[in-house]
């Protein structure tokens, strides 16, 4: 493949949106900005804890099959974010147990109809303390709490952001056979400043969605984080346009190489070309 003509820094785009609806931390285009505790180049600590209710007991089997799904969290950072974010799972090894019933971890979605009976700071808490019972919590961005397939009367997955934040799984993440490591990526990557959910995708990767067709990040989110190197990016202008062949990694294949090429149409414009194969 030819080297890229012009630098990547030269394919990043202006935010032109005159709104904007999730808030200023979220971007859509280079630099996001991480939130809390959280950082885009360096160590992200994070306590991974097991919470089961009085109403809703995890089993052996369960604990022992998230033991082996969480850890593929920190190495879908390390490459994705091409070595510029290691996350460090401190992870629980036996289920706590809640001090109340599951009903009352119910968090309600903005936009949904329903009753929360604790706030999302009384939540926040609680997750925090039983975390801080089983592993050392010093130093965190955020608490992941993994509850068990049981607990049905939390149907949603709870999100909490401040230092640290708080992340768990729930009914959703269970019954749409998402991973859940996939998930608490999801909601990090977040904090780690951007958007996501871009319409212009396909539907393809986590940040579009949470189980999502490839558990992948796609280019111009890995632009938008600083996660994408010069080598793995073809830019050019659309005014020095001429044709070429270039062969290109596909995004969910971990392999060094061109994995995309932007051409810049505007300040607030590019097309931006990638491939994707199940691998």
């Not at 608490?184 to 904090?191: A, G, M, N, P, R």
Request: charged share 15%; net charge neutral.
């Amino acid at each position: 493949n030819l080297s890229s003509p012009e630098p990547l820094s030269n394919c990043r785009l202006k935010d032109a949106r005159l709104f904007k609806a999730a808030g200023e931390w979220q971007a859509i285009t280079y630099p996001a900005v991480a939130t809390g505790a959280f950082t885009n180049s360096g160590n992200v600590n994070i306590a991974v804890v097991f919470v089961d209710y009085p109403d809703a007991v995890g089993s052996a089997s369960e604990l022992s099959d998230a033991l082996a799904d969480i850890k593929k969290a920190s190495a879908w950072y390390s490459w994705f974010s091409q070595g510029n974010v290691t996350y460090n799972l401190r992870i629980a090894d036996r289920w706590v147990r809640a001090p109340k019933t599951s009903n009352n971890y119910f968090w309600l979605h903005p936009g949904k109809a329903g009753t929360q009976l604790m706030s999302d700071v009384e939540i926040s808490d609680s997750y925090k303390y039983l975390a801080s019972t089983v592993v050392d919590t010093s130093g965190i961005a955020a608490v992941w709490a993994i509850t068990p397939k049981s607990a049905t009367a939390i149907d949603e997955g709870f999100a909490y952001r401040t230092t640290p934040s708080v992340f768990s799984t729930g009914g959703s993440t269970y019954s749409g056979k998402i991973p859940i490591w996939q998930h608490f990526v999801h909601e990090t990557l977040h904090s780690h400043g951007a958007l996501g959910h871009s319409p212009k995708n396909a539907q393809i990767g986590l940040f579009w969605n949470t189980g999502s067709t490839g558990a992948t990040l796609n280019s111009w989110d890995a632009m938008t984080f600083g996660w994408m190197k010069q080598e793995n990016v073809y830019c050019i202008s659309r005014s020095n346009v001429a044709p070429q062949t270039m062969t290109l990694v596909p995004i969910e294949r971990e392999q060094f190489g061109l994995r995309s090429v932007i051409v810049k149409l505007s300040d607030y414009e590019a097309l931006v070309i990638e491939s994707h194969r199940k691998d």
